[in-house]
């Protein structure tokens, strides 16, 4: 029997459209349900109608996505004759059987997602299984508070009425398609073939709906699931999600795991580090929770941070992550005097960590742990894009009573970053090249680093606001392409030969002239800050996201080269009219420090749950290291390191104690000279990787409205 072909297509379209349609309606009783609930009362319940509409266009991209992907089989498995359900009996109830299971467990889990949302406000994910550990208990709470016995009755009616609809609608049998007998002859004459126009032109569009389906935006990048946190009433990201689509997405976490017991091993070492004090400590919950510390007054006075300047005001706070910008391609470390001479001005104007490292390379990865204080130690991708770690504490909201902003030249749907900062940072506005930030598209980045920055003080100047506020500036331009835009301001392009470009680790002309782009871009927003009324009350923080290979630059030391930190260490500069003494600092700082010091600086209280301590307030003798790991290595390489010795090993085995610094013999193991120092290191080594692991899934807000499980 052969199939009658366009039977396919109007299965898929039909499947695709009605499993959309449902999508939408349950979207609806999930807003009717949950709208008053506790979380919605304060949120839900006020939303506007263009709010509302944007979470149901949000949330109808992910439902055509699933829809599409579900019912795509149809379109291309049955383009086999023999795998047609037309073909055989046997065949059509095989394609009945397994769309009735699949729809099935959709429907499963839309009700588990509903039980799911009503217990722990919050849509369903992975880690639901968990459940599955003691299923017995499991069994009997969800029996006695949802009636699962009813549960399960209805999911049987819905299988069968789901087997009903695909054995007799959708994968519905039709006569083979041999011709037709006229009334006036006995003749049999086949049906009229479509026109080869037609058959093409509706081919083109059916694969062009089906690809922007999958795609899901407009944009350069595809729908994810941190397009939901559009707005940060989380009701209405929950109402913008597809909880199939996201309980998918929470699979993939299912790999990036902790170990409780190996954390409670080194519990009391971290706790020490990290400063918990003894009354807050519980090896049993592994409480790392400690209040932020401030600054003392004569150290602040020592160093020259004068806050009495600021007249009982709040400072405002922006916070500069310049991309790529490795400590040794700076003119402060050693490097051409025209590589950054705008940043060296200011580092020499304002206070300058010299030993300053970001835990890994990566801008997500850098901007995660600049929002969580963690180093972000997913080694299968990053954290951003783990839908389970969207929920992290974070000191920025100790920033009370300020306005807070983030400014990026492209998009911040690139990595997730959008999910992650929208979700945790109170009162957040997002500000986006591709979206609401006028000015050229240069590249792929978008706008470039001076269009960005021109941008980013108009906002700031416009604000009619007497609060203070915090601004966050991601910067692109010193990244691959390199591109220099047609409006590069009075920077002067340079040529240099290969023998120019060698000794300071740079790849070619464009490399080069993109870092003092960069450079120049940040001259040209200081010269702009400067003219604004609220600058004298203003701090500026700069650091790189991370560093870069060293490409034999001169200006880095044999070890370090060995070992690759220069693809962690990049300067950290405090730059304000607050500081009257200029100070470099050649203490260890890692990223996770920076909130902590500049709260402790300000006297500002909160509760630090995460890595990172207030570097002017480590007493003496205490250690304090920075901590590394190169992140796409397997078995995960990582670094434990101060000013004079490195802890390398990997998470099957430790290699070694190394005096990375020394001019002498910096790649020689010197553990068996030094035990005493190999042992302390190689314990904090184990005890931060391991805590770091833990941290990741327990940094949950400290006011949450639930508790994850």
Avoid at 219 to 227: A, E, I, K, V
């Amino acid at each position: 029997m052969k199939p009658n072909k366009p039977s396919r297509v109007r299965s898929f379209l039909e499947l695709t459209i009605s499993t959309i349609v449902v999508f939408t309606v349950l979207r609806y009783i999930f807003y009717l349900r949950f709208n008053a609930s506790e979380i919605g009362a304060s949120s839900g319940a006020h939303v506007t109608m263009a709010k509302l509409l944007e979470a149901y266009w949000i949330g109808l991209r992910f439902d055509a996505r699933v829809a599409i992907l579900v019912a795509l089989p149809i379109l291309l498995v049955s383009l086999i004759p023999w795998f047609h359900w037309n073909f055989s009996n046997i065949g059509h109830k095989i394609w009945t059987a397994v769309y009735t299971v699949a729809y099935s467990f959709i429907a499963l889990i839309f009700m588990a997602d509903f039980g799911f949302y009503a217990y722990l406000n919050a849509r369903i994910n992975v880690t639901v299984l968990q459940f599955l550990s003691n299923p017995r208990t499991s069994w009997g709470m969800i029996n006695e508070t949802y009636h699962a016995w009813a549960l399960l009755i209805l999911l049987a009616i819905m299988a069968v009425g789901f087997w009903y609809y695909f054995s007799h609608r959708i994968f519905k049998r039709s006569a083979p398609a041999t011709g037709a007998t006229t009334e006036t002859s006995n003749q049999t004459v086949a049906p009229k073939a479509r026109p080869l126009v037609w058959r093409i032109s509706s081919g083109i569009a059916l694969f062009v709906i089906i690809l922007f389906g999958l795609w899901g935006n407009a944009g350069q990048y595809p729908l994810r699931w941190s397009d939901a946190y559009y707005t940060q009433d989380m009701f209405l990201s929950y109402l913008a999600m597809n909880p199939v689509h996201y309980f998918l997405d929470s699979i993939n976490s299912l790999n990036q795991t902790f170990s409780t017991k190996k954390t409670r091993a080194h519990y009391t070492q971290m706790a020490d580090y990290l400063g918990v004090p003894l009354a807050k400590r519980n090896i049993k919950k592994l409480a790392y929770a400690r209040p932020l510390v401030a600054t003392s007054p004569a150290l602040l006075k020592k160093y020259g941070f004068d806050l009495s300047k600021l007249h009982g005001r709040k400072p405002n706070i922006i916070y500069m992550v310049e991309e790529s910008l490795a400590a040794f391609k700076t003119t402060m470390f050693g490097n051409s005097p025209e590589a950054t001479p705008y940043i060296n001005k200011i580092a020499m104007h304002g206070w300058l960590f010299r030993n300053f490292y970001t835990p890994t390379e990566g801008t997500a990865r850098s901007l995660f742990c600049i929002l969580s204080g963690i180093p972000d130690i997913d080694s299968k991708s990053t954290s951003s894009r783990n839908p389970l770690l969207v929920s992290q504490h974070t000191l920025i909201n100790y920033l009370k009573g300020y306005d807070k902003y983030y400014f990026i030249g492209g998009s911040a749907t690139w990595g997730n970053i959008r999910g992650v900062w929208m979700n945790n940072v109170k009162g957040l506005k997002m500000y986006q090249g591709t979206i609401n930030l006028p000015g050229p598209r240069t590249d792929v980045w978008g706008l470039s680093d001076l269009d960005l920055f021109r941008a980013a003080i108009k906002v700031l100047a416009a604000r009619k606001s007497k609060r203070p506020f915090f601004a966050l500036i991601q910067s692109a331009s010193f990244h691959r392409p390199f591109t220099i835009p047609k409006d590069h301001g009075t920077l002067k392009i340079q040529h240099l030969t290969a023998a120019q470009m060698k000794p300071l680790g740079i790849h070619n002309n464009k490399q080069w002239n993109s870092l003092r782009f960069a450079d120049y871009s940040v001259g040209q927003f200081f010269k702009m800050l400067k003219k604004q009324p609220f600058y004298k009350r203003t701090i500026v923080m700069i650091h790189g996201d991370h560093g870069l290979p060293h490409h034999q630059a001169a200006n880095v030391k044999p070890g370090v080269k060995y070992f690759g930190i220069n693809r962690f260490q990049v300067p950290f500069i405090i730059s304000s009219p607050l500081i009257t003494k200029p100070h470099q600092f050649n203490r260890m700082m890692l990223e996770p420090d920076v909130w902590p010091t500049i709260l402790g600086i300000l006297g500002v209280k909160g509760t630090n749950t995460a890595f990172g301590r207030n570097v002017f307030d480590i007493p003496k003798g205490t250690p304090h290291f920075a901590w590394s790991y190169v992140w796409y290595s397997d078995p995960l390489q990582m670094y434990l390191y101060n000013q004079k010795y490195l802890v390398a090993a990997t998470t099957k085995h430790v290699q070694g104690l190394y005096a990375y610094t020394s001019n002498h013999n910096p790649t020689v193991n010197v553990a068996s000279q030094h035990p005493k120092t190999f042992k302390v290191m190689t314990s904090y080594l184990k005890g931060v990787y391991q805590t770091a692991r833990y941290m990741l899934y327990h940094n949950h807000h400290l006011d949450a409205a639930r508790v994850m499980p």
